[in-house]
């Protein structure tokens, strides 16, 4: 992490995008029975009132089990999903939904988790940075834009040599590289990586890893990191977003949040993480039980049905995702019973008295 992250302050926090209370649906395809009962299709909730924000330099990692609407979310912010309701805003102006998608580009870029189809395989590594260049009329001459695809290239760590290569004979690692240099092209200020590294090799991870660090903080540039995997998420990020059937259930700082969780289902997931110390004992089984059908979520609180703690208000309403800790963090959670610190923290494991 670098010394410029930025404050985590409600009073000095300043978006540079914010979601508000964004809800995207699919139709799901008729069945036969549909047909035949006369029945609507249902309508799946692939994100539902989700509200978050984003600071200039900033990486904000998300994380939830599959399907939860981690993608949904960030084609929705770039602009490739329409949403069905709610408000994205831009350094506080809102970004319309049939706005202008050559100027979200230039500000919003997305990576996505395989390189190798997100990569044109009839061109080379050069022709493919050029096009961009080129599209976004982003540089005077050809000569200028030869010399830009080469700082491109050493900006992610290639060597300007590669240009020639086609991406089938590059590594799948380089090829993640090319991707991120295609995307800083028309240099963004958030970056949307979805899945980054989960397609690579461990050590490859790494690499990529650090790479967007250094991105960071040599441009500034703030990144939505997407993943499942919680250590890189913790690694990686400033804040943290906890997604589950399409919400939020809970944001705050990756410290506070791994310290010290005050979602049910944020410590779940953390309990599922094996511990390198055998001293320290997970405190609770992890996340059990199945994932609900996103069809048809559970009434109230969409944990409900795996929560330890849950209680019969919880399937009254729906909780609200509101200011959850100390005053003045920014930190939320959408439980009507969050877990105080004590019960989250983790304790060492008492031989003695569990023998
Ligand atoms: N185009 C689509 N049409 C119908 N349903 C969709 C579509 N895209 C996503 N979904 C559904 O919306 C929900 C959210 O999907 P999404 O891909 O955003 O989840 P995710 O968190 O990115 O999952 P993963 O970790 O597997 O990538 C899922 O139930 C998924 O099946
Ligand atoms: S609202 Fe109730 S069911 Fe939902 S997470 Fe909180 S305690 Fe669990
Ligand atoms: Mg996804």
Redesign the pocket.
């Known amino acids: 992490m670098t010394a410029n992250v930025p404050s985590r302050n409600v009073a000095t926090f300043s978006p540079l995008l914010e979601c508000r209370d964004i809800s995207v649906t699919?139709r799901?395809p008729r069945t036969a029975r549909d047909l035949l009962g006369g029945r609507k299709p249902l309508k799946?909730h692939?994100l539902r009132n989700v509200s978050l924000a984003v600071q200039a330099g900033e990486i904000l990692g998300v994380v939830?089990?599959?399907?939860?609407?981690?993608?949904?979310?960030g084609r929705t912010i770039a602009g490739l999903q329409t949403p069905d309701s709610g408000e994205l805003r831009w350094e506080g102006r809102e970004l319309g939904v049939s706005g202008d998608r050559k100027a979200r580009a230039r500000n919003i870029q997305m990576v996505f988790q395989d390189p190798y189809a997100s990569l044109n395989p009839r061109m080379t590594l050069g022709q493919m940075l050029d096009e961009v260049l080129l599209v976004h009329d982003l540089c005077a001459s050809v000569a200028e834009r030869r010399e830009r695809v080469d700082e491109l290239l050493l900006m992610v760590g290639l060597a300007p040599q590669l240009k020639d290569r086609m991406p089938h004979a590059i590594s799948g690692g380089q090829r993640q590289r090319v991707s991120i240099a295609r995307a800083l092209a028309v240099k963004p200020r958030l970056l949307i990586a979805?899945?980054p590294v989960s397609a690579l090799d461990a050590s490859v991870q790494a690499q990529i890893i650090n790479l967007l660090e250094d991105l960071r903080a040599k441009l500034g540039i703030a990144i939505l990191f997407?993943a499942?995997d919680l250590n890189v998420v913790r690694h990686i990020s400033d804040r943290v977003t906890v997604?589950y059937l399409?919400e939020v259930l809970e944001s705050a700082s990756a410290d506070a949040l791994f310290e010290a969780p005050h979602h049910p289902y944020t410590r779940g997931l953390l309990d599922a993480i094996p511990l390198p110390d055998p001293k320290r004992r997970k405190r609770t089984p992890g996340v059990t039980g199945d994932l609900p059908d996103?069809l048809r979520p559970p009434g109230g609180c969409s944990f409900s049905s795996r929560c330890p703690h849950a209680v019969d208000a919880c399937k009254a309403a729906r909780p609200v995702l509101e200011p959850s800790g100390k005053p003045g963090s920014i930190r939320e959670a959408r439980c009507i019973r969050p877990l105080s610190s004590a019960e989250t923290t983790l304790v060492p494991f008492d031989m003695h008295s569990h023998s």
């Open positions: 699919f799901q799946l692939a939830g089990e599959s399907g939860c609407g981690k993608s949904t979310l979805d899945e997407v499942h997604m399409g996103p």
